[in-house]
């Protein structure tokens, strides 16, 4: 079993920076990858960026550059670092958690992950 818990949204404007923060415990191991997924009103969950048991990063095209993922195993804490905030930015963000082995194109893919966090909230106004 594993829980998260999201923390660190707020309300910036454009070209602002915010830093989220997941928190996460139970059965976290070097299988496991982890991920943030956003969701706007109206729109599907989307993946944003994802990281693996050993590090390796992916992140979608909007973001690169702006945004960094990382993880704290010694704090059991998952970071989205977002800089040069837009207003296509705006949504609730998610961090997800799974160890199903699966291919890298899968990972930013909502259907690969069992575990969620219940978000926190990103607004970028201009």
């Known amino acids: ?3 998260l818990r999201e923390s660190g949204g707020n ?11 997941c928190t996460f415990t139970g ?15 109206g729109k599907e969950r989307e993946g944003v960026a994802t990281i ?43 961090c997800a958690a799974d160890r199903v082995r699966r291919m890298l194109s899968q990972l930013l893919l909502p259907r690969s992950y069992a575990y969620w966090g219940q978000g926190t909230q990103v607004t970028v106004s201009s």
């Not at 059965?27 to 009103?41: G, H, K, L, V």
């Open 1 to 3: 079993q594993v829980t």
């Open 11 to 21: 309300s910036v404007q454009v070209g602002g920076s915010l830093r989220l923060s």
């Open 27 to 41: 059965n976290i191991d070097s299988e496991t990858y982890m991920a943030w997924f956003r969701q706007a009103p």
């Open 52 to 94: 693996t048991g050993n590090d390796r990063t992916i992140l979608i095209p909007s973001v690169r550059g702006r945004f960094t993922i990382a993880k704290d195993n010694a704090k059991n804490i998952l970071y989205l670092q977002m800089n040069s905030l837009l207003p296509e930015d705006t949504g609730r963000y998610y």
